[in-house]
């Protein structure tokens, strides 16, 4: 059902930084491309930040450039590094295989707050 466990969230300033941290399963790691998600309250839910199996990774133009993606295959974890943090970034930020997502399971997520 849902395969990850996302932490690392908060509360900070504009133009601050926070990484946040996604434990996966693994076996779901290893069989799909791994992504963050994000939706902000009355809005629909967005796809930031996506890595594939073999590494490759891709941005939403929103955050190109400030967010970076990445994947720890010994620890079966996904970090999403986000710098420059702008109010528009504030949502809840959610870690997801994209086959569980084509699912529409999802986990808790994990709540960011950029504050101006």
């Known amino acids: 059902q849902v395969h990850t466990v996302e932490s690392g969230g908060g509360l900070v300033q504009a133009g601050g930084s926070l990484r946040l941290s996604c434990a996966d399963s693994?076996?779901?790691?290893?069989?799909?491309?791994m992504g963050w998600y994000r939706q902000a309250p009355g809005k629909q839910r967005e796809l930031v930040a996506s890595?594939?199996?073999?590494?490759?990774?891709n941005y939403a133009d929103s955050v190109k450039g400030r967010f970076t993606i990445s994947r720890d295959n010994a620890k079966n974890m996904v970090y999403l590094q986000m710098s420059s943090l702008k109010p528009e970034d504030t949502a809840v930020y959610y870690c997801?295989?994209?086959?569980?997502?084509?699912?529409?399971?999802w986990g808790q997520g994990t709540q960011v707050t950029v504050s101006l």
């Open positions: 997801n295989s994209f086959l569980t997502a084509l699912r529409n399971y």
């Open positions: 693994g076996s779901v790691f290893s069989k799909s491309a």
């Open positions: 890595i594939t199996k073999d590494g490759s990774t």
